[in-house]
């Protein structure tokens, strides 16, 4: 298959000094920045969605922060696999995208939303198990009704989740993320304010608690997933990429199973490891349970858009092989990765340097002025169990960055057997180590959180050694179209 490995790069012509080089070109800061930009907002949005609900939560109570937490992360993790089947349409849409066949772009996104109706009833199936579920996990006799009543509310929303991933594709894929942007950052807008009638009980809505939190995300996830609908059927849309066409496809639906199905099982193969590692500190005691539910929260502020930086990654790596460019597309990964790195840097000097910033309101302290010594006994071992976890996430959240870059390159690609097979590996090893470090060793809050950092850290540089290799240059999840006499794709 032709390639670009040895043509240079446009930035190598560029005049001016290295940061113009570095911007400058396909697969430079320009270019990474602007698909990057509006992914890293609409990360944020989903990140202050659950920030926020989480702290008002714990304002209610530490147990229901810590039931929400958890009950929130077992849900997530059955929506692993049809999530990473959904969310592989945008490799689909940024292949066919750089290769120039439009018209096959609405076909491959509507496959994504078949795969999510399909999913749907064995979703909705787990509801009645909840009380079993959470049963085995060996947490405390106030919790686990707490579990139980928002996994049961979130699970209504998991359809909506599913389809609307599978829509987004359209425009991520394509590199238009202003609109992922401006229509998450609404739907996180809403959810907020619906948190704040729903749980608390304002303009004539009824004080939920837990339950209302939970109705509040299910809401915003439906009506974000109505929104992408209608935005994807547009006239021009259906004219130009056959939106319009959603009949299933047999053999673009096979394709998605065979390169998303992988994607989708690496997603809950660590998902699932890192919910094994959650329980089980949970079962350490509740002040180590409502610390790691903060420092995870916390988390998130700097790995959501990193995650964001790293899908811009993976779309423009589609992008550049769909017009064999795998030169090119390798230039945007270590781009991508320099930006992260710099994003990482400076939100992790804060976690060390001021955790009272991120910690404050969590305990209805203002963040400008923090005086832990007004907190009793259970709250100030909190904030001192938390204090400390921060800077275990300062460390891994900078190794999470190679992790986030280089398997998401990889899966732009297509390369996700690879991907996979390590996930069988590391994710049953994370789940093995950490039963044994609290149930056989008995470790403390900071031995369990020393091997996740060490976890994160050997994860990331395996899926580094496979992009160095360069398998991934030649791969193609999409058919190659016939090249017309004046170069077109037919």
Not at 237 to 261: M, S, V
Not at 406 to 420: E, H, M, P, Q, S
Request: some cysteine; charged content about 10%; hydrophobic content about 55%.
């Amino acid at each position: 298959m032709p390639h670009d490995a040895d043509s240079p790069h446009e930035s190598d012509r560029a005049p001016g000094g290295p940061l113009a080089r570095w911007l400058a070109g396909p697969g430079g800061g320009g270019e990474v920045l602007r698909v990057a930009a509006p992914l890293v907002v609409s990360s944020l949005s989903w990140t202050v969605m659950t920030f926020v609900d989480r702290l008002m939560l714990r304002n209610a109570s530490g147990d229901t922060m810590f039931a929400a937490f958890e009950a929130s992360t077992a849900w997530f993790t059955t929506l692993c696999l049809p999530l990473g089947l959904c969310m592989y349409a945008s490799t689909f849409v940024s292949q066919y995208h750089g290769a120039g066949q439009p018209r096959r772009i609405g076909p491959s996104v509507w496959q994504g939303v078949w795969l999510a109706l399909a999913w749907t009833p064995l979703l909705l199936a787990l509801v009645p198990l909840a009380p079993r579920m959470f049963s085995l996990a060996g947490h405390g006799a106030e919790v686990v009704p707490l579990e139980i009543d928002y996994f049961r509310v979130l699970s209504w929303g998991g359809p909506a989740l599913l389809a609307g991933a599978a829509m987004q594709s359209f425009y991520s894929g394509r590199g238009k993320t202003v609109v992922l942007m401006v229509v998450d950052t609404l739907a996180a807008l809403l959810n907020v304010l619906l948190d704040y009638l729903w749980i608390f009980g304002h303009w004539g809505f009824e004080a939920g608690g837990i339950e209302g939190a939970g109705w509040a995300t299910v809401v915003s996830l439906w009506i974000k997933a109505l929104v992408y609908a209608a935005l994807m059927l547009q006239r021009k849309h259906r004219a130009d990429f056959e939106t319009g066409n959603w009949l299933p496809d047999r053999e673009l639906i096979g394709r998605l199973l065979k390169y998303g199905g992988p994607s989708g099982l690496q997603l809950l193969l660590e998902v699932g490891g890192f919910t094994t590692f959650i329980i089980m500190v949970g079962r350490l005691g509740v002040v180590e349970g409502e610390a790691t539910g903060m420092a995870f929260s916390v988390s998130t502020l700097a790995f959501m858009p990193v995650w964001g930086l790293s899908m811009a990654g993976s779309i423009l790596v589609g992008q550049h092989l769909g017009e064999n460019r795998d030169r090119t597309a390798a230039r945007a990964v270590w781009t991508t990765l320099h930006v992260a790195f710099i994003y990482m840097a400076f939100v992790s000097t804060l976690y060390v340097a001021t955790p009272g910033l991120f910690l404050a309101g969590f305990f209805g302290l203002s963040p400008l002025s923090v005086d832990p010594a007004t907190l009793d006994g259970h709250d100030a071992a909190v904030w001192a169990a938390s204090v400390v976890l921060l800077r275990f996430v300062a460390a891994y959240n900078l190794l999470d960055a190679f992790l986030m870059v280089f398997v998401n390159a990889l899966k732009g690609a297509g390369d996700t057997r690879y991907i996979l097979l390590v996930s069988l590996v590391m994710a049953s090893l994370l789940s093995v180590m950490s039963y044994l470090a609290v149930a056989i060793w008995e470790f403390s809050l900071m031995g369990c959180w020393a091997i996740i950092t060490a976890w994160v850290f050997i994860t990331g540089v395996v899926y580094l050694l496979r992009f160095l290799q360069g398998n991934w240059r030649t791969m193609r999840v999409i058919e190659q179209a016939p090249v017309l006499e004046n170069g077109a794709a037919s």
